[in-house]
């Protein structure tokens, strides 16, 4: 089996949950996605990090990241993934308001100005934890120069209407669920 079939099961197998949800833009939804059960998984997580390094592999970025907390655990795989692959990848976290006290960065780790960055989520429904991210990003100087989730939910005509390049290895047509 390939990496992208693995995870896919172990999607399927551990994160779809069916039930009465309210999304975080406020939408209701008859069944959620829980891929923290999977990007916090200690056999899954190395495979989200190689399925999106294969999903982004022909773009040029040497930073991964986006809005906690989703995105966290998929910007680390993606980081150890790349190491495991002999590649240096840098990973940061874009907080969801300003830190008051301490350095007071929004977006945590190493430096992104002037770095060409990807955006990334582990699924995006309207689109808009994700470009909450790069607009942090590029306010701080970067350059970003796509977005990746893992599952694509509904994001993407805003995602292209910002202009967007947009990567995602599953769509919920991948899980049965359109
Ligand atoms: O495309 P959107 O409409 O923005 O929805 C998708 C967002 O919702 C979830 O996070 P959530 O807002 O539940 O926050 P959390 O990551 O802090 O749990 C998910 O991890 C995405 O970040
Ligand atoms: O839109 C959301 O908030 C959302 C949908 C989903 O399936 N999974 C998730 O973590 N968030």
Known sequence: M???EELLQEIKDRAVVHGDFTLSSGRRASWYVDLRRVTLDGAAAPLVGRVMLDATADLDYDAVG??????DPVATAM????????????????????KRHGLQ?????????????LAVEDTSTT????????????AAGA????VATILERGAAPR?????LEYRHP?????????
Not at 170 to 175: E, I, P
């Open 79 to 98: 980081l150890h993934a790349a190491a495991a692959r002999g590649r240096r990848l840098d990973a940061f976290v874009v907080r969801k308001a300003d």
């Open 159 to 163: 995602i292209a209407a910002e202009g």
């Open 143 to 146: 350059e970003v120069v796509a």
């Open 66 to 71: 986006g809005l906690t907390l989703g995105a």
């Open 127 to 138: 689109g808009g934890s994700v470009l909450t991210a790069v607009e942090a990003l590029r």
């Open 105 to 117: 960065r929004r977006i945590e780790g190493p430096d992104v100005a002037g770095r060409r960055v």
């Open 2 to 4: 390939s990496d992208r």
């Open 170 to 178: 599953y769509t919920v047509a991948d899980l049965g669920l359109d």
